[in-house]
């Protein structure tokens, strides 16, 4: 499909005999924000964990990119730029926000990981990991030791990481989850921003955020796809409404 950077075709994954996702047709439009919604228990996460290979299917394809990925490690789907957040940005809390971002970076001069290596020589990741905490909103909080900024700059610190890795598809699960008023108008902002050049699929509760942000919304319920569109077709949708309300005619 043109224009189509990730596909799942009647992608399924069964427990024991109960199906958490069933046959879920999903495609993700280059450059779009693609949000995952449904109530608790529809699969979301499952379905996150299948893209990334956490889990492997029990039957159906994921393609990225028109090419098969459904057998791949997960190393191999996040080497080829299927990031999800905390794949690679599980922040340590004990160093500084520029070094929390270097520590993503490091892959790129062929350092990955090397905690050994002394200070200096990771001062050539200094100016593309400031360039990074710009664009996320967190220069002024460089030399900040992570455990002591707010819980939404951490999240913004994330996001930041994530973006180290050059992602061509982001998979951010919950980014606003816990957060206050202000810290959700931030991170919904740092999403639009961060997605201009980007194609990003959201996992989110917070429907204002999905309205304001996304461009296309699937819809599961117990592991299915029930409804596809824009924000004012799906919330419109009757079958949808119920699924959240417990009425048609909520």
């Known amino acids: 499909m043109e224009g189509v950077i ?15 996702v069933d046959k879920v047709n999903l495609s993700v439009r280059r ?46 789907v996040a080497l080829r730029g299927v990031i999800r957040s905390f794949q690679i940005s599980a922040v340590f809390p004990h160093l500084t926000v520029l070094e929390n971002v270097r520590v993503a970076l490091q892959r790129k001069l062929g350092l990955t990981y090397h905690f050994w290596r002394p200070d200096t020589a990771l001062k050539a990741l200094d100016e593309r990991a400031m360039a990074l905490l710009e664009e996320v909103g967190l220069a002024d909080f460089a030399r900040t030791v992570t455990i002591e900024l707010a819980y ?7 996001i930041a990481t994530t973006l180290a890795v050059d992602p061509e598809l982001m998979l951010l699960d ?24 980007r194609t990003v699929l959201m996992v989110e509760h917070n429907m204002k955020v999905i309205a304001s942000i996304a461009d296309r919304i699937t819809v599961l319920q117990r592991g299915a796809v029930l409804a ?23």
């Open 31 to 76: 450059g779009d924000i693609h949000a995952l919604i449904g109530p608790n228990g529809a699969g979301k996460t499952t379905v996150f964990n299948l893209l990334t290979k956490f889990l492997p299917p029990t039957s159906g394809q994921i393609l990225f990119k028109g090419e098969d990925i459904t057998r791949e490690a997960p190393a191999e």
């Open 174 to 197: 919950e980014p606003t989850q816990g957060m206050g008023g202000e810290d959700v108008a931030r991170i919904t902002e740092l999403i639009r921003k961060v997605a201009a050049n």
């Open 6 to 20: 990730l596909q799942t075709v009647d992608l399924c994954k069964a427990f024991k005999g109960f199906t958490a």
């Open 228 to 250: 596809e569109g824009s924000y004012a077709e799906v919330s419109n949708n009757p079958a949808v409404m119920e699924a959240y309300m417990g009425t048609a005619h909520a």
């Open 152 to 158: 939404g700059r951490k999240r913004a610190l994330e």
